[in-house]
């Protein structure tokens, strides 16, 4: 029973344990960050997505990268396009209300929104990261 119980709470005690050791180190924890990738059909529409998202305070930072080609199959059909691209800094947990929000605005059927854990970086930026988003 007791070696069941320390196996359920394993992930959590390693949680925790991380926490206390970045509270008293001031090291960062792997994945506390995340960068989203969204992306738009032109300028207008990214810069007009970037801006709500900083309006509801769901990132501290947004690249508008320029236009790229794409390529992609749409129901059943090779596509190609141009796209430009946000890069989107942000809380890890902020990701699902992030992807919520963008959906709910974006003019895309099915908009690309994808996120990827930050591991390491600059610990001065990822403060700053953590100071401009507000905890959940």
Excluded at 26 to 32: A, C
Excluded at 48 to 69: E, F, G, Q, T, W
Aim: glycine share 4%; net charge negative.
């Amino acid at each position: 029973e007791v070696l069941t119980l320390l196996v359920l709470m394993y992930p959590l005690l390693q949680g925790l344990a991380l926490h206390l050791h970045s509270a008293l180190t001031g090291s960062y924890i792997p994945g506390t960050h995340s960068i989203a990738f969204v992306n738009c059909l032109n300028e207008q529409i990214a810069r007009d997505i970037a801006r709500a998202i900083m309006d509801k305070k769901l990132a501290a930072y947004v690249n508008i990268l320029p236009k790229s080609s794409a390529l992609y199959f749409w129901k059943g059909e090779l596509e190609e396009s141009t796209e430009i691209l946000l890069l989107v800094k942000t809380r890890t947990s902020k990701i699902g209300e992030l992807s919520n929000y963008v959906r709910s605005i974006h003019p895309f059927e099915i908009p690309e929104i994808i996120s990827l854990p930050i591991d390491q970086g600059n610990p001065l930026y990822l403060k700053w990261i953590e100071e401009n988003v507000p905890r959940d």
